[in-house]
């Protein structure tokens, strides 16, 4: 189902609110930007005290129902506001009057209040408005996209930059980190005549950021005489839409109507919209954070068999890689008097037997299918299907595949057991215990499995990560255990790098599934913050059919994956020029398996995960 698009107004004055309003609605608008109190309304303060507490300070509520002040109105601060301003009469006027509007921000319950971070030097301002959160439901910083554009000339004096010399990503940053990752902090960004660079561009990405607003100066004319987008600033949105970001208007009508530029962006957001069967499925996951499967410790219910089941990619590779083999094993000359023997290990409820039965048909190839399952509930359906839909040459076994017999040893040996992360669900330990059902001649699909991962920042997956609870779990846990996530907010900080490959069958006469590697990324193109690292994998199937969720290979229509996160406790301040190592191990006793990771450099990090007391698979 393609999103709607939400475009809200920024109005510098506002006369009449009711009628404002009306008239947005009648325009297709959903929200309106609006200052709190007048612009140009500026109050004296004596011992803390306005001193004229008998006028009115704005806008009565009463004009409207709480229901419209709360989802259609974003409160604007005063912008000619400095708390933290050297001369201490200019800093204690405006906190008295910050605290003011804020007071009445939070009495009509704004959907956010606005304001314009104009320095680096915000401590006092970061304060003020971190003891009021709780009582706000978000609170929306506007900057600039970059230091070396120029948006438009400001209407008036007091709504000019003043920043633009210096990198408005900075301000954000300190501003957060002061902030604690508030989860209710989030960015708008007013977007340039001038496009940055797609760096600069993409570290916004891995920002909490919640509304693009577009000047109407930056619309073009068509040939109709209606407003349009050039191409740069179209695929600078784009970029953004994956976040659900808002879109809001500023500036003078330009076009005859304001309806005219919403029509436009409406249209403009649903023509972004594919039928990518990735973002389909990933609906309402994205940047949600998941514990990793364990189907080693835990049977997994119908649910997530039925939504692997609908990968039609995946099971279109499995049964491609059956297919060269099965060729492979016998030549033409042999298919009447030969027979290949396939064992299914984890066959869950069925899709990778009927991969080999549709090989099998395709090839002209004989196959006898041993089918293994250790989930009591799967077997049900498994052994309905063996003797209600599958020919006489299937034969289920119930069991765990490092243990169970089979009546022959077999020709191919084909899994589904791998995770996000490749080796995270255990598959070189099943595989390994499970390879003795196999001739020394035979085939394991798949036959070879290799981790990736990448430096990110994300502040929305940390903040998630800082702030998920478990009062079953120690303090700390979440910022020292992997996820599964879907991730659409996030700055890929370097290239991502291979780590960890396992083969199979894996034939060596000691089997050492403990892995350790050091890996260095950089040198880093732009100041930026390291707040984890996110994993991917691809797999050999069978000699050139693969399967991957490397956003570079990525097999196209293929959802049955989503990334890694491994988060680290502390972000980390990455500056232009540095290098980051990262020190990964892949653990292993009888019992369990683990990952533990550390950073030491730019700035040493302590070992996460240390003996997997976080965080660990059950063998």
């Given at each position: 189902m393609t999103e709607l698009c939400s475009v809200g107004l920024d109005l510098s004055i506002v006369p009449n609110i009711a009628n404002a309003l009306s008239r947005a609605k009648d325009q297709g608008f959903h929200f309106l930007f609006i200052p709190i109190v007048h612009p140009r309304f500026k109050r004296k303060f004596v011992n803390g005290k306005w001193s004229h507490q008998d006028k009115s300070l704005t806008r009565p509520d009463i004009l409207l129902t709480s229901h419209e002040w709360r989802t259609l109105f974003v409160g604007k601060l005063s912008n000619y506001l400095d708390v933290d301003s050297t001369s201490s009469t200019k800093r204690?006027?405006?906190?008295?009057?910050?605290?003011?509007?804020?007071?009445?921000?939070?009495?009509?319950?704004?959907?956010?209040?606005?304001?314009?971070?104009?320095?680096?030097?915000?401590?006092?301002?970061?304060?003020?408005?971190?003891?009021?959160?709780?009582?706000?439901?978000?609170?929306?910083?506007?900057?600039?996209?970059?230091?070396?554009?120029?948006?438009?000339?400001?209407?008036?004096?007091?709504?000019?930059?003043?920043?633009?010399?210096?990198?408005?990503?900075?301000?954000?940053?300190?501003?957060?980190?002061?902030?604690?990752?508030?989860?209710?902090?989030?960015?708008?960004?007013?977007?340039?005549?001038?496009?940055?660079?797609?760096?600069?561009?993409?570290?916004?990405?891995?920002?909490?950021?919640?509304?693009?607003?577009?000047?109407?100066?930056?619309?073009?004319?068509?040939?109709?005489?209606?407003?349009?987008?050039?191409?740069k600033h179209k695929e600078l949105i784009k970029k953004f839409v994956d976040l659900k970001v808002q879109l809001a208007l500023r500036g003078p009508e330009r076009h005859f109507d304001m309806h005219l530029y919403v029509q436009y962006l409406e249209n403009l957001y649903k023509g972004f919209h594919t039928n990518d069967p990735l973002k389909t499925n990933g609906q309402g996951y994205e940047d949600y954070l998941q514990c990793p499967l364990q189907p080693l410790f835990d049977n997994l219910d119908c649910g997530i068999y039925e939504v692997f089941e609908k990968d039609p990619v995946k099971y279109r590779q499995y049964e491609l890689a059956i297919i060269k083999a099965l060729e492979d094993k016998i030549p033409v000359s042999d298919i009447e008097s030969k027979k290949v023997i396939v064992v299914v290990v984890g066959a869950g409820r069925g899709p990778l037997v009927r991969a080999a039965l549709n090989a099998s048909e395709i090839t002209r190839r004989q196959i006898q299918v041993y089918a293994i399952e250790k989930n009591p509930n799967a077997l049900v359906?498994?052994?309905?299907?063996?003797?209600?839909?599958?020919?006489?040459?299937?034969?289920?076994?119930?069991?765990?595949?490092?243990?169970?017999?089979?009546?022959?040893?077999?020709?191919?040996?084909?899994?589904?057991?791998?995770?996000?992360?490749?080796?995270?669900?255990l598959s070189p330990e099943c595989l390994d215990g499970a390879q003795r059902l196999l001739k020394e001649d035979g085939i394991s699909i798949p036959t070879k499995y290799t981790s990736y991962i990448c430096p990110v920042q994300s502040s929305k997956l940390y903040s998630e990560a800082k702030d998920t609870l478990d009062r079953d779990k120690p303090h700390g846990f979440s910022l020292e255990?992997?996820?599964?996530?879907?991730?659409?907010?996030?700055?890929?900080?370097?290239?991502?790098?291979?780590?960890?490959?396992?083969?199979?069958?894996?034939?060596?006469?000691?089997?050492?599934?403990?892995?350790?590697?050091?890996?260095?990324?950089?040198?880093?193109?732009?100041?930026?913050?390291?707040?984890?690292?996110?994993?991917?994998?691809?797999?050999?199937?069978?000699?050139?059919?693969?399967?991957?969720?490397?956003?570079?290979?990525?097999?196209?229509?293929?959802?049955?994956?989503?990334?890694?996160?491994?988060?680290?406790?502390?972000?980390?301040?990455?500056?232009?020029?540095?290098?980051?190592?990262?020190?990964?191990?892949?653990?292993?006793?009888?019992?369990?398996?683990?990952?533990?990771?550390?950073?030491?450099?730019p700035s040493v990090n302590f070992i996460h995960n240390l003996n997997g007391k976080f965080s660990n698979i059950v063998l």
């Open positions: 204690e006027q405006s906190e008295c009057t910050l605290l003011q509007e804020l007071s009445y921000a939070i009495h009509l319950n704004f959907a956010a209040i606005l304001f314009k971070l104009k320095s680096s030097n915000c401590v006092q301002l970061a304060r003020i408005i971190l003891s009021k959160i709780s009582s706000l439901n978000q609170i929306w910083v506007e900057l600039p996209m970059s230091d070396n554009t120029h948006v438009y000339e400001p209407l008036c004096n007091d709504s000019k930059y003043e920043w633009l010399a210096e990198d408005p990503w900075e301000y954000w940053n300190k501003f957060r980190i002061l902030c604690g990752y508030d989860r209710k902090i989030g960015v708008i960004l007013e977007v340039p005549v001038d496009i940055p660079d797609d760096n600069i561009i993409d570290r916004w990405l891995g920002e909490p950021v919640k509304c693009l607003i577009l000047n109407t100066i930056i619309f073009l004319t068509n040939n109709a005489g209606y407003p349009v987008l050039g191409i359906g498994l052994f309905a299907q063996q003797n209600e839909v599958w020919p006489q040459n299937v034969k289920v076994f119930g069991g765990d595949m490092r243990n169970v017999q089979l009546p022959e040893l077999g020709d191919i040996m084909v899994s589904e057991l791998l995770g996000s992360f490749g080796d995270n669900e255990t992997p996820y599964v996530v879907y991730i659409n907010s996030k700055y890929v900080i370097a290239p991502h790098q291979a780590l960890f490959t396992f083969e199979h069958p894996n034939r060596d006469k000691f089997i050492v599934n403990k892995r350790h590697k050091q890996l260095k990324f950089g040198p880093i193109t732009q100041n930026c913050v390291l707040h984890g690292f996110c994993g991917y994998f691809d797999s050999v199937l069978y000699e050139d059919v693969m399967l991957s969720i490397v956003p570079e290979t990525h097999s196209e229509g293929m959802f049955s994956w989503f990334p890694i996160y491994f988060p680290i406790s502390n972000p980390i301040q990455i500056k232009k020029g540095d290098i980051i190592t990262l020190d990964f191990w892949r653990c292993c006793t009888s019992r369990n398996v683990w990952y533990e990771w550390v950073v030491t450099e």
